[in-house]
């Protein structure tokens, strides 16, 4: 009998309710499928939470996994919303949000960048300082902090380009971008507490390399089925010829165009 302790019925197995709820989500609008997505998708949740509980980095590569998501759910989540809504609050051609929400945008992606610096100086807990747990741990942190100094780069010149009224904007911009780039070599010269510098780089470089190659394969695989769609479009036989309005069609229309016409001239 399974238990969430397996990860087959604690980790797989709400993954695959997730892509059934996608798939009833997706289903028309009609169809009484539709109406499962949100208990499937709630399901899958919960199971994820219980399992997620008592998860420890040495154990499985799913249980780790699971680990460092919950670890970075947090921190992620509140950078990403508070740099849309640093970017996208007061004028702006795409989705305008109200100006007075930019400082909060800021405060937040400022919160989440200390929150992963606390996580940094602290002691690690055992779910991301045993086993695989602290590799896969070690990898996310890499991997964000790159991440965070590129988007963030990006979005200062987005800042810039979009008119002279976002000049403060790209300055705070520019400084979370200083930000990452020091926490990213403060963990590559003196480590963080419960791993060295030694460790960190090779995580850096052994794991890192590997999510590098993952992301250009998942874009190359994204590109192919772009490109195959574009070939079968390309080949596909053009459609058929419409036959000409016979007679009768005609004469319909010519009466509907001329009682319109009628009308249009009596009410003038």
């Keep these: 009998m ?57 154990d499985t590569s799913e249980t780790a996994l699971l680990a460092v998501l919950l670890y970075m759910v947090g921190p992620v989540a509140l950078m990403a919303i508070g740099s849309l809504i640093a ?24 919160g989440g960048l200390i929150w992963i610096g606390l996580m940094l100086i602290s002691e690690p807990s055992d779910a991301i300082a045993n086993g695989i747990g602290e590799t896969i741990w070690g990898a996310w942190v890499n991997v964000f902090l790159s991440v965070l100094v590129l988007i963030a780069a990006f979005a200062g010149s987005f800042c810039v380009m979009m008119g002279e009224e976002r000049q403060k904007e790209a300055s705070v911009l520019a400084i979370l971008t200083v930000a990452g780039g020091w926490m990213f070599y403060e963990i590559m010269q003196k480590g963080s507490e419960g791993l060295e510098a030694s460790g960190w780089h090779q995580i850096h470089w052994e794991q890192v390399m590997y999510l590098i190659g993952g992301l250009l394969g998942s874009i190359s695989a994204v590109m192919a089925f772009i490109g195959l769609v574009y070939m079968a479009e390309k080949r596909a036989p053009d459609p058929d010829v419409i036959p000409p309005l016979t007679e009768e069609e005609k004469d319909v229309v010519d009466a509907v165009l001329r009682l319109n016409l009628e009308l249009e001239a009596n009410q003038e």
């Design 2 to 58: 399974w238990s969430l302790s397996d990860p087959w019925a604690g980790f797989w197995l709400p993954l695959a309710l997730l892509c059934l709820a996608s798939g009833f989500w997706l289903t028309d609008r009609k169809d009484p499928r539709r109406r499962l997505s949100g208990v499937t998708f709630f399901a899958a949740m919960a199971i994820i939470v219980l399992f997620g509980a008592n998860t420890r980095g040495g």
């Design 87 to 110: 970017t996208f609050s007061g004028p702006s051609p795409v989705g305008p949000l109200p100006r007075g929400l930019r400082p909060l945008g800021f405060s937040m992606a400022f």
